[in-house]
């Protein structure tokens, strides 16, 4: 600057007292992928776009119909129809119910189920906060038609390039630390094979993000035959990037929906004879189902769907028994939207490096199997492909917990744990981004010390705050940087700057052993 003064004067210089800082990266941030009600904002479309929304106030604004003004009940922003199915005995798979003596199976149209919407619902329910939303489409046309009971629900609205295409969207995007797809588990085995592997792969380019899978069967399991569905899931889940993803078994059963998300409307595909005939048969009639029906049927009634929802319930017990059985199959979703929000109130409230496992999901009021210890011995440990899968189990006094912490490379010693895989992602992104300041800046001893200080004091301050093993700071964390130490002259000859950090990551006590040993007394 003094080169350049001529005039005589007071020159102020300035110079900066305090080196670069590394500043932590965001660690809990999902990338949801699916089908929502709509996808509009003002006139925009937001379908194949990665929008981050803050709230479940925003995904609504965004992905949700408007409600109608009153007194017009308000619009449903998922609705899942069911059809009551006349066994011949009593069923042995799936739900059902009895009416007049006749065994009646409770099975959906399943091209009207999906789980995007309730999932992140259960995500901002358990804490969730900043996350982005991909929708690849709204909702497709119903079938008209119930499944076989017992059967997996496959949708056909629900279209493997549709999610690979807003996969592809997440490219873009390097804020995302989670990828979750929930309707990923109503494709086919074969196409959802796909998309994990390609997940995974995505996962394994970006560095930034790991997959939590659910896992095709965790819906409606077989308690003896459902290994099977485990070893599907692992045979389809590939051989690549498989410490960027994770699984978690079986799905749960939410409080999510309520009794005004379900009305006679999801009943039949709106056929309200069918119901009829159910509710007021001919030869035991419901004078008062008769007179209500009626009122469903003619729109210048002037009640409302809620109105008349409400009268059936209280006119008829099968009826409210009924919606009873439809809601809590309705509430049966995949875990991965709840794990995100236990995910992300783990790393606000602990840290990164917390294992988000012993502890309970908000919202979840039962499971479709309750594994034992011996069971889940089998999902946790895998000697052959190493795939673990992560229990969410029933415990007597505790509740429904989620007790597993692994990622699906449970053989390796590096990447067995989730915790250890989300620091370790945490650690090199913070690192790398700070790292930017320092592109095309001399080559020398100067920047190296630089780039060692800021590196080490935030390493120092995480192995404070519990995120890093050791006694002292160095033993829990090193930097090196230097002509040879890390780089020969052809290095620098060549431009390049190389900085080893190694790091002692905390490990989650996964197996606690207490030995007991009877001894002589020793006093009287």
Known sequence: MESNIKSPGVYINELNAFPNSVVPVATAVPAFIGYTPTASYEGKSYTNVAQKITSFAEFQAIYCFPDPAPPASPAKQYTPEYYMVKQKSQPTKGDYMLIDNAYYSIVPDPNTIYYLYNSIKLFYENGGGDAYIVSVGSYGAPS???????????????????????LSLLLNEQEPTMYICPEATLLSIDNNGTLMQQMLLQCTQMQTAVAI????GGRNPDPIMYPNDIETFRNNTGSQG??????????????????????????????TKQLEALLNPADNPNPSVASI???????????????????????????????KHILFDANILPPSGGMAGVIATTDNQEGVWQAPANTSIVGV???????????????NVDAVSGKSINAIRFFNGLGILIWGARTLDGNSQDWRYLPVRRTMTFLEQSCKLAANAYVFEPNDKNTWEAVKAMIGSFLTTIWKEGGLQ???????????????????????LNGFMKVTIKVAIVRPAEFIVLTFQQQMATSS
């Not at 999510?256 to 999801?266: E, G, K, R």
């Not at 003619?298 to 919606?323: E, F, H, R, W």
């Not at 039962?366 to 889940?376: D, H, K, V």
């Not at 050791?470 to 620098?492: N, P, Q, R």
């Open 213 to 216: 899978f659910d896992i095709i």
């Open 293 to 323: 029906m009626t009122n469903i049927n003619n729109p210048s009634s002037g009640l409302s769907v809620t109105q008349n929802n409400n009268a059936l319930i209280n006119a008829s017990k099968t009826y409210s028994l009924m919606i």
């Open 242 to 271: 498989l410490n960027f993803g994770t699984a978690y078994y079986p799905f749960i059963g939410t409080t999510i929906m309520q009794n005004q998300d379900i009305d006679y409307t999801n009943l039949f595909g709106g056929d």
């Open 470 to 492: 050791g006694a002292s700071a160095s033993d829990a964390f090193s930097v090196a940087c230097g002509l040879g130490t890390t780089m020969t002259s052809e290095d620098i």
């Open 144 to 166: 008209k038609n119930p499944m076989t009971p017992g059967d997996q629900i496959v949708n056909p609205n629900v279209q493997l390039a549709d999610l690979q295409n807003g």
């Open 365 to 379: 009021s039962s499971l479709p199997i309750r594994l034992s210890e011996t069971q889940q011995g089998s999902l």
